[in-house]
C-alpha cells in the first residue's frame, strides 16, 4: 500500500548516538527507528506523553522493553469500545440477569406469537 505523506506523518524515534552499558556490563549501541503513523494518531500520542511527562522516544522505549520482558504484547489487545447501542443492550442485559421478575416470560413459542399477532 502506498502511503500519501499528506495524510500520514512520519514518526522518527531518534536515539543518543552513543554507547551505553547493558546488562552485565556489556555495551549497546543505540538505534534510529523509523514508523509511519497516522498523523491526528501522532498528534494525541506526542499531546498524552507531554501531559504524563514523557516523549515518545520514552514511552516506546518503556513498551519494547515490557514486550521484551514479557514475551508479549505488554497491555491488553481488544476490539474497539462498543457503540452506544451496544452499550445500552449490555446494560439491559445485566438489569434482566439482575431482575429476573421484571422479565415477562411465555410458557410457549406460541404465546409470544400470540402477543405479537395481538399488537
Not at 491526528?40 to 516523549?55: A, F, P, V
Not at 489487545?77 to 452506544?84: A, F
Not at 438489569?95 to 415477562?104: C, F, L, S, V, Y
Amino acid at each position: 500500500m502506498i502511503l500519501d505523506m499528506k495524510e500520514k506523518a512520519m514518526l522518527v524515534l531518534m536515539t543518543k548516538p552513543k554507547k551505553e552499558l547493558g546488562k552485565e556490563g556489556s555495551i549497546m549501541a543505540n538505534t534510529s527507528v523509523i514508523m509511519k503513523i497516522d498523523e491526528n494518531l501522532n498528534r494525541e500520542l506526542k499531546d498524552l506523553m507531554q501531559d504524563l511527562g514523557l516523549d515518545l522516544n520514552t514511552f516506546f522505549t518503556i513498551v519494547a522493553r515490557q514486550a521484551v520482558r514479557e514475551q508479549a504484547i505488554p497491555f491488553y489487545v481488544s476490539r474497539e469500545i462498543p457503540n452506544e447501542e451496544t452499550i445500552a443492550a449490555f446494560k439491559e442485559v445485566e438489569e434482566m440477569r439482575q431482575h429476573p421478575e421484571k422479565i415477562k416470560s411465555y410458557d410457549s413459542f406460541a404465546e409470544l406469537l400470540q402477543e405479537v399477532e395481538d399488537v
